[in-house]
């Protein structure tokens, strides 16, 4: 991580804070916040349902690229990557348009890191390093909060960056500490992860480094003001803090701390409980016709034959015809998303019908706790939308036991 084009923060004349709870904002300033509130909230529900429609053409491009013929595999390889990219992209707008629900998820730093430099860092004119020490471990959050996060310190960062000659880096690092009770005021004693963003950029003044941390304030002609009051309220709700030590004219470190996790995540599909009747058909259950139509083709590719139904009441018709003759099913692709009845409404129907059946749940959202929903609820597998043709290969294998 040694560079020698980025200076070390000097400790003479360093500056440092820690952020602190919101202070209660004065009348005319909650004023405006309501009117800003409000103004957002209605741009939300926009940008939720674009969101939606994006996801749905995603869906539709990663079908197609995966019906492909593998003429030119390293292209489609690329062209797979390149998608589920957009679909991380696209399930951040959704959450940021929308109030949190607080799902969490065990996730590694290493990853966001690399998202942060796909997305902010795209944007930089500075040099990005990434070092992530072996012993960080994981911690437990919504991976979309801590990418949010980390995104708004590296664009803060970018921002300070000094004009031509200066040579802009910005280096993300993460470790595992232990804190000793009172070493940092509001955290408890333990071991937590530390990721950091430093940059070499114009650094902070110590007159205004505890205000950073308040809603509304900056220094910039065109930002809101939000980006370190929300970054700080996130890290908070996970029981840690974020921090920063400055010097003007040298850079800014700005460090978050969060409580070190201690087990795994689970998987996304469970094995079948026995193997019955292998007819080599699947039962695919959206209301999108044109994504009935690319799964059907990824499932060819699968050597499936496979049938579409485009709500509940036609699903349990066509399931219905072909259990009634003994050639059920391999499986149903069952969207939770569906128009008129939900998706687990509509697996709880046939779950009475058939007990034994094997469904798999699509949506465009993934995270531990609906994972762990439609698992508990009867699912044996879950994909999120859209998906490669390897992902669903694989839970198709582990759900039905071949």
Known sequence: MNDENHQSLGEENQVSSFGRSNPELKSEELYQALLKADKSHSIAHIASGLAQEMNDLLT???????SLPKTETNHIAQAEEALLEAREVNR?????TLASDGLKKE????????????TAGAASVAKLEIAVQPNTGSVVCDPAELLQVLSNLVRNATEAMTPPPHNPTIQLTSELVHLSAGEIPSLAEGNYVKAEVRDNGCGISGDIIDKIWEPFFTTKKHASGL???????IIQKLGGTVGVTSEVGVGSAFSVFIPCANKEVTTQANAAPSVRFKTG??????TDSQIRQVLSSMLEKLDYRSDGARDSEEALQQYKRY????????????????????GETLFKEL???DPEIRAIAMSPKQ???IMKNTIDLGFCGFLQKPFKLSELGGVLKTVLGS
């Not at 980006?227 to 309220?233: A, D, F, I, P, Q």
Request: proline content about 3%; aromatic content about 6%; charged content about 20%.
């Open 60 to 66: 539709r491009i990663m079908g197609a690229v995966a």
């Open 92 to 96: 951040r707008l959704q959450h940021l």
């Open 107 to 118: 996730v590694k730093l290493k990853p966001i890191f690399d998202q942060v430099v796909n």
């Open 227 to 233: 980006g370190l009051s929300s970054s700080l309220e």
């Open 281 to 286: 058909r699947i039962l695919v259950v959206d």
């Open 323 to 342: 259990f009634e003759i003994s050639r059920p099913y391999d499986a149903v692709l069952i969207d939770l998303n569906l128009e008129g009845v939900l």
């Open 351 to 353: 779950s009475q019908y």
């Open 367 to 369: 995270d531990a706790q």
